[in-house]
């Protein structure tokens, strides 16, 4: 099954195209770009390398959040775009599951960490055995000083190493205490996007109804208030304060 997966939630973008397992193509950049001036070029550059076209395609996945608002629709627009009428599978992945499975490989206990921001970091907790990643939490919201501590006292409680990874790394790593923290490089806290593909045939194989993967049911995920929507309450909360 050939998957052409995307990530755009954050400050880098990543486009891979796999057979299965098997990487096919990859492109990756972290510049000052925006999304949409480089995102639809990296995705004809990436399967042009692997001499195929959308027609190709069997699979199409990006992560739907949390993240970069922006980014985010970016990423769910164009896989919609490139998806339409081709009644091909779309499959919506979890920024921060995509992070964890980078890290499929070490045994213990994976935070994933999103910067959100003044607002904290969106994050999920996972562990790995080695082969696989289970999730013990829901994508959340939660301040770095708060997750810090969460995080040591599990990884003691299991006794096993704790791993952070995910572009918000440096905001909650400083702040770990445990000796069971080990460092992992920055090739591993950016978020590429054959792990979105991995993730994406994961959730679609274990689907029983697999009807639901339609370009139509994708859909960005947010855990907070977008800003548009939060400065429309704030103007409702001035108007009505004016008059009263």
Do not use: W
Not at 179 to 205: F, H, M
């Amino acid at each position: 099954m050939k998957i052409l997966a995307i990530d755009s939630s954050a400050l880098c973008a990543s486009v891979a195209l796999s057979d299965d397992k098997r990487r096919l193509s990859e492109a990756f950049i972290n510049t000052t770009n925006t999304h949409s001036e480089t995102l639809l070029t990296m995705v004809e550059s990436v399967m042009k390398n692997a001499g195929v076209t959308a027609d190709d395609i069997d699979m199409f996945a990006c992560t739907v959040g949390p993240g970069s608002f922006t980014g985010v629709r970016i990423g769910v627009s164009l896989i919609k775009g490139l998806a339409f009428a081709s009644n091909k599978p779309c499959v919506g992945v979890s920024t921060l599951e995509a992070y964890a499975n980078q890290l499929v490989g070490m045994k213990g206990i994976i935070v994933a960490v999103s910067d959100a921001r003044r607002c904290g970091l969106y994050n999920a907790v996972f562990v790995s055995d080695g082969e696989k990643v289970e999730r013990l939490c829901e994508d959340r919201l939660s301040l770095p000083e708060e997750l810090a501590v969460e995080a040591d006292s599990l990884a003691k409680e299991k006794k096993m190493n704790l791993y952070y990874t995910g572009d918000g790394y440096n905001r909650v790593r400083s702040l770990a205490k445990s000796a069971r923290v080990k460092d992992i490089p920055e090739t591993l806290r950016l978020l590429n996007s054959y792990s979105v593909a991995q993730t994406a045939l994961g959730i679609y194989e274990s689907a029983k109804d697999k009807s639901v993967f339609t370009d139509m049911s994708l859909a960005a995920t947010y855990l907070r208030p977008t800003q548009a929507e939060r400065e429309l309450k704030e103007k409702n909360k001035s108007e009505k304060s004016d008059i009263l």
